[in-house]
Each structure stands twice: as C-alpha cells, then as structure tokens.
C-alpha cells in the first residue's frame, strides 16, 4: 500500500538517486557513519526558560548572547556549537498572548546572523529578513506582540545562504505562547508540558560537527532529541503534553509512532490548537512543522519502556529517538477535553485572489525555483493587501525526482483547504504555517493578511547549501563545489502594502 510515509521515503530516495552516482547513493544511505552511542544511556535535557531582564507592565525584555561554546553531545565527546547563549538548543521563552517581549540579540559570533521567529506575528523589522543582518560584535533588539493564541513556535538563524550552516551548528530555540483559553482546558502543564526539538546532525569522530551536508548526504544520520542523542525521560503514570518540533535541515523528515501501539492524542499543530483532538499512531513531520500531542501514561505498569519510534530512516538513523521509562505513580488534574478551542474557518468565497506557485529543481542550473526563479531579497514578487484573504496554490512540479517540499510563509499563518482536491485530514484541520507539498501535489492553503505591512518571505523549509555558496568561514565547504541541491531559502519576498 502507498501510505504518506512510503511516498516520502521513495521520494526521497528517487530524488538521491537521480542527481548521485550510485555508489554515493548507497554511501549516503548505508549505516550511520557518526559515532555510535549507546540507544537511552543518556537522560533528557530540556532546554532552560529564559528569565527576562526586566519586566514593565505588560512588556517583558530578554537579552541573549550569541555565541560559540562547548556542548557534550555525544556522550564523552565535545562539540563546538553556535547557540542562543552558548546552548543547543537555546533557551526556551515563554511567553502570553498579548504581552509585548523584546529580545535583544547580541552576536558574538563571527559571522552574520538573523533572527527569525518562526510563526511570528511580528512587525516586519523584527522578522529575521534574511538580509536584515545582527553584524558580528553587534545586537539588535527584536519586537514581538503576541497577537496570536496560544501556540508553539520557534526561532532560529535566517541570516541569508547562511541558514543551513547557522542552524545545523546550534542556532535554534523554542518559543511557547500560552493564553487563557489554554489554561482553562487542564491540558497537562508545568513540568508535564515538555518541547521535544527533534534534529538531525552527522559527527566527526572527534564529536564535532560533521560538513558538508547536502554534498553526499541529505539528513544527518543521527537524530537528537533536544541535542540529546537516543535519550531516556522517566515519567510518571499520568498524561504529558509533548511539542514535537522538527527542527531538521534539509532531508530530516521523521515520521513518529510509540512502540507499545499507543496512540497520540494531538491536540495542536503549527500556529496552535486544534477545534478538537484526534488519535493517531503515526505522526509525520516535514522539516519545521510541529504537532503537540498528550501522551497518556497511565495506563503502563511502574518500569514499563515505550520507544519513540521514527520510521524514516533512510539515511542511516537509528529508529529509536526517545525512550519513556514509567517510574511512579502520579494523581492526574489534567484532561483532555472533547473540544478545545473555536477555529474560525477561512472561507475560499472570501479570498481576493488565488495566486500559483510552483516549486521545481532547475537541473541544468542546480538550482531550486519559485516560479522559475531564486530568492533575491531585492525583488518583490507578491503583494497582497492588508486585510486581504487569499488562496495559495502550491505545486510540487518535482515529481520526476521526487523531491518533496515543505512549504512557509511568514507573517500568516494559514488553514489547508485540499491536497489534489481531497480535504485534508485531522492533523492539517487547523492553523499551520509550514506545510509538505508530495511530488506532484498541489495544496491549496488560505490566509489572511493582517496585522502587519512590510516585507517578508515565504520559501521551502529544506534548508541546505544549494546554491554552490560557501557553507562557512570553517572551510566546511568550498565555494562552488557541485551541489546536487535540495531546496534553499527560495522564498520570494511578498511586500504586505496597505489597502485602501
Ligand atoms: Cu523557519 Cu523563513 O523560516
Ligand atoms: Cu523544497
């Protein structure tokens, strides 16, 4: 049967063997080439919530440091890692609707960086433009409203050709926005609300990062949870909230399940809850798109293991992500009520306009497109109008190779109205910003532009060094060198002017 998942993994694998000589296919799909480790030898981390600086009425402040720093991934290894205060992943912040923070962002990095709040709703000069650069040895303070419900979110480097680099050497965080009608759900919360960032990263022998990706390789072979690799979380016998985030770069789908059978209760995707929850065994995630689920532990006797499962393991991942060991007993408070918050519901007779978009491999350039072009962050391609709702037809033309797609715009989040004319399934029923186009697909999302004006991107999430650009000041990866491409920050800038 061709499920989601087999279409994926056979995509991929066509997309690789297309553009690679065969034996480099194999190479890259054979077992793990990064140093083995041991499968749950080492416990969870969960990356520390930023206290802010100071605190004003409403408003919150938050300093952070860019910066290099030693990380023990690897058990007994040492990486050098770029992070949001020398950590991998960052500091989480966590934050309310409706309450203005301001992140001051200090580089102390010696490159370029950008800062970019994935599923913001934030004014255009505090979106992370990719040319709107934090110089080495200077800061630059970042505004976010809020203006949004309760969702989880993330930010990471947008500095421009430089994202694939930045952000596979550390530079990625959390952001949770929680509100009222959250709170009164009793969804699990405190320390049984847990961010799992999963992340895919290859290591040299000595622990260090291994480059370049995307030459001979389109994932990294090992996956980490929350920049642990294989790790255990004990828990208790009651239910827990997990954001799934897949923070991957380039070819890192995953697709979850839970060994014992169990299902997941999802109750939010990208841009927040869902109208209501659904169960479902298997969760699929394109590189940046997230799913919150509750987990029900109560039913497992003390000293049970249930193993996070990934079934995409074609370049070389190890299947097991995370273990879960049962250790108490615990008293529930929390539930999971049959609906969770009203989802008002774009409706495709309101949209001004229904604009194409095709997303294609240029081989004779090597080179991924939008409509037959590459980014240029001085060309504006798209101007909808504040307040508008549009349609967006996003096509997959590579189906050929089989490349897939996962499809963001900033600014707007929006709601999927149809793959190929069939609405889409639970998971996709509410507000996302990032979403997987299959080869040959076309999805159909619908959004709303407000509340900002100015000029953002919209682009594929497989971020890598596609363009033949240099990966790094480190000598990672020459100018040049062949590159067999999967896509870069294609986005097109879309210039938000004001209506009449
Ligand atoms: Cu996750 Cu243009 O961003
Ligand atoms: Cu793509």
């Not at 023990?72 to 409706?98: A, D, H, K, Q, V």
């Not at 390789?217 to 980490?224: R, S």
């Not at 408070?333 to 609906?339: G, K, N």
Request: net charge neutral; glycine share 10%; proline share 8%.
């Amino acid at each position: 049967m061709l499920t989601r998942r087999n279409v994926l993994q056979l995509g991929a694998l066509a997309g690789t063997a297309a553009l690679l000589p065969a034996e480099r296919v194999m190479g890259a799909v054979a077992a793990a080439v990064s140093p083995s480790v041991p499968a749950f030898s080492v416990p969870l981390t969960i990356p520390p919530v930023l206290r802010p600086r100071w605190s004003l009425g409403n408003t919150d402040y938050y300093e952070i440091t860019m910066r290099e720093a030693d990380a023990e991934i690897l058990p007994g290894r040492t990486t050098r890692i770029w992070g949001y205060n020398g950590i991998f992943p960052g500091p989480t912040i966590r934050t309310r609707s409706g309450r203005r923070v301001i992140v001051r962002q200090r580089n102390d990095l010696g490159i370029d960086t950008a800062v970019h709040l994935h599923g913001g709703n934030v004014p255009a000069g505090s979106d992370g433009h990719p040319s709107d650069l934090v110089r080495p040895g200077r800061s630059r303070s970042y505004f976010y409203p809020n203006r949004q419900p309760a969702t989880t979110l993330w930010y990471h480097d947008h500095a421009h050709h430089q994202e694939h680099r930045n952000t596979y050497r550390g530079l990625t965080a959390l952001y949770l926005i929680g509100d009222g009608a959250e709170d009164r759900l009793r969804l699990p919360s405190g320390r049984h609300d847990i961010p799992l960032m999963i992340q895919d990263r290859s290591f040299n022998d000595d622990g260090s990062f291994r480059f370049p990706l995307g030459a001979d390789e389109f994932a990294g072979d090992t996956t980490l949870v929350n920049g642990r690799p294989k790790p255990f979380l004990e828990v208790e016998q009651r239910a827990y909230r997990f954001r799934l985030l897949n923070g991957s770069s380039l070819d890192g789908f995953v697709d979850l399940s839970l060994d014992s059978g169990q299902q997941f209760v999802q109750i939010g995707s990208d841009g927040g809850l869902l109208a209501t929850p659904h169960a479902t065994s298997g969760i699929p995630l394109a590189p940046a798109e997230r799913a919150d689920v509750v987990v029900d532990f109560s039913d497992y006797p003390i000293g049970s293991r249930i193993v996070l499962k990934n079934a995409f393991t074609l370049f070389g991942n190890d299947p097991d992500v995370l273990r879960f060991d049962v250790v108490r007993s615990a008293t529930e408070y929390s539930r999971v009520p049959a609906t969770l918050v009203p989802i008002e519901r774009l409706s495709p007779a309101s949209a001004r306009r229904t604009r194409d978009f095709e997303l294609a491999l240029n081989l004779a350039k090597e080179q991924f497109e939008i409509n037959g072009k590459v980014f240029d962050p001085n060309r504006v391609d798209v101007r909808p109008r504040l307040g508008d709702t549009e349609i967006w037809r996003v096509t997959n033309r590579d189906t050929a190779l089989g490349i897939p797609h996962t499809f963001h715009t900033h600014l707007v989040r929006f709601q999927v109205l149809d793959r190929n004319g069939t609405p889409p399934g639970p998971a996709e029923s509410g507000w996302k910003d990032t979403v997987h186009v299959n080869p040959g697909e076309t999805v159909r999302i619908i959004m709303r532009f407000g509340d900002f004006t100015g000029r953002y991107t919209y682009h594929c999430h497989l971020i890598g060094p596609f363009d033949g650009r240099d990966d790094g000041p480190d000598g990672s990866r020459p100018m040049n060198s062949p590159c067999p491409g999967r896509c870069f920050s294609i986005g097109l800038s879309a210039d938000h002017t004001r209506g009449k």
